[in-house]
């Protein structure tokens, strides 16, 4: 865990509806984007190397690129723009979370359940009801697709910090990205109503 208490962090929770992906939707998920065990065994690995950089990897993606972005910087701030310094501390370790149980995690009914959840909360249906703030009414998905990008091309430093051999690191890598474009598929069935 990122920390004892996450405030807002339900995964798992009795109290979160079942996802409106099925089981069998996402091993068709994991077959198209050619997630394996072998990808499941090093992303295992990617989150025993991040463990103790979560911290580190999520200022580099908030402080360091988001907030030099004016259309990203504004889905965490109040719609005058200013500062909502409670809700970034608290979304900062969800966030930090989100690394760990990307890596760590079982792909099973809960984490399929949370994905959903994290869709949510980035939609006009649940975005700042975690934290009670106002803020940007939705993030549109154009942004979260767009950023995925960065994502992936910028955890590879921190995939490499513990001195594994560059084929790990790579196989890390890829089974991060392909993890992460898999739950990006997944966040996209919250945004549409129409043939997901």
């Given at each position: ?49 991040l463990a103790d950089q979560t ?142």
């Amino acid at each position: 865990m990122a920390a004892e208490h996450i405030h807002g962090y339900a995964y798992g929770s009795t109290e979160l509806p079942a996802s409106p992906v099925s089981m069998h939707e996402l091993e068709d998920l994991k077959v198209s984007v050619g997630f394996s065990e072998d990808d499941q065994r090093y992303l295992k690995l990617a989150g025993e190397v991040l463990a103790d950089q979560t911290g580190q990897v999520v200022l580099h993606w908030r402080s360091g690129i988001i907030a030099s972005i004016p259309n990203l910087a504004r889905h965490s701030r109040t719609p005058e723009g200013n500062a909502l310094p409670d809700y970034l501390a608290k979304s900062n370790i969800r966030f930090q979370q989100w690394i760990l149980d990307t890596c760590l995690r079982p792909y099973d009914q809960d984490w399929l359940n949370y994905q959903q959840e994290i869709a949510l909360r980035h939609t006009s249906l649940k975005k700042n009801k975690a934290d009670g703030v106002r803020s940007t009414p939705y993030v549109p998905l154009r942004d979260i697709i767009a950023f995925i990008a960065v994502m992936n091309e910028t955890i590879k430093p921190y995939l490499a910090a513990k001195g594994h051999p560059s084929e790990e690191v790579d196989k890390m890598h890829k089974a991060w990205c392909k993890s992460a474009q898999l739950q990006l598929a997944l966040w996209a069935k919250a945004y549409t109503s129409t043939e997901w």
